[in-house]
């Protein structure tokens, strides 16, 4: 954020100041800050934004047909408006923009939206299953040549960050050949759906979001003439009870917003869940005895240290939340990684326990009509990715080295170095 922002947002020393202050200037995430903002009340009323942290306030936000997705900070006088136009130049086109089902509502998002579940259904995912296992286990062989005796590697580079990419390549129907400009893309991509890009970020965003739009183009022209059985080549294809198909663009969006919203979320879920696991030996110990505990241990993973923090709302119709009259204009935070610790809803929030029952019931993909779309294929990455690397290396530890990475509302390592044992 611009440093006139957060020292403003400092100086008034309200939570959701200090809020902007600690995810503007550290990779932490501020849990206790999220606990403080929960215990003001379900709706936090700050001075540039209302924000709730209680798990049941931040399910009815998202589903509040009057309340819409994206933050629209206008472009008034005052510091709201700076903060708003600084927002708008530091937005690369692409997932934020529309048509992007991220910031489309309905009547488009509901067509659009249905569209694409079709494609994205259970049994597709079901289907991926066993290709994912394949890539998860070629990954780990190289990774074990790498390693050599006793070697650290980088669990991110050589195995967190391959698997997602590999997956998604085969959801877009990209031939082996083509796979690295699929990696080349995420990486370049992943921050555009951060908060407050550097100048210089963000024109490398923006050259690798346009270059990606190009190549998708002609990817999807080749594959309208020559459809393949991945989903893309089915996207393509469906059409509406109407017969109406998505429109190019639409397709585009579409297609990139896959690659954007899918690809570094995951990568992040596989190392925040290494990483919780390195830290809870007993957990792990649970996990050998009894492995169908580990579909319930990826939804605590992504309960405890969820890879997207936050997301945001823009009220378009004066509506209540929470009990509270809540105007038009007014911009809502959910602090989904908050609502996740609500302590009403999670006993004893703070612990990592793969076998809490409610694990599931956690906000990490958010909720109402924006619900990721990807969510049974995420899962299904984190299951196959994160039993797969403790059960072949059972004696894997990490090396000094961790580093967490530089983004705001994403939350992931960029580095973690480890022994394989
Ligand atoms: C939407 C999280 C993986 C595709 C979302 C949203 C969240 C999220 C929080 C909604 C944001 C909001 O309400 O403003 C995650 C996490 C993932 C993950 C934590 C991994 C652990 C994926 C994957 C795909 C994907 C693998 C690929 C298909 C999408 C799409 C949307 C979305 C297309 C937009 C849906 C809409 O607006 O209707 N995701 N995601 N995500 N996600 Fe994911």
Redesign the pocket.
Known sequence: LPRTVIASAGRRGDLHGQLIVHTSTSTDAPVELFDAIRAQGPLHRARYAYVTATLPVVREV?ANPDVR??VDLGTGAGPLGRLGRWAHRTTPMGPLTPP?????EPPD?TRM?KL?TRV?SVKAVQRLRERTEEIADDLLTSLEQQAGAGRPVDLVEAYCALL?VT??AE?LGVPDSERHTVLEFGTAAAPSLDLGLSWRRFRTVERALSSFEAWLVDHIEAKRRDPGDDLLSQMVAARDDDGVALTDRELIA?AG??LA???E??V??LSNGIALLQEHPDQRTLLAAEPDRWSNAVEEV?RHD???LL???TVVRDTEIAGTRVPRGAVVTTL?AGANRDPDVFADPHRFDVARENAADHV????????????A???M??QVGLQRITERFPDLRLAPGATRRDTRILRGYERLPAVLG
Request: charged residues 10%; proline residues 6%; aromatic residues 8%.
């Open positions: 998202l997705a994206g992007s089902l991220l910031v489309t998002h939206r694409v994205f997602p997956v998604i959801v579409t917003l896959v919203a899918g690809f979320t995951t992040n879920l992504l969820p890879p997207v997301t945001g709302r989904l990490s993909f958010s909720a109402g009509r924006h619900f990721c779309l990807g969510a294929l995420a899962r990455e984190g």
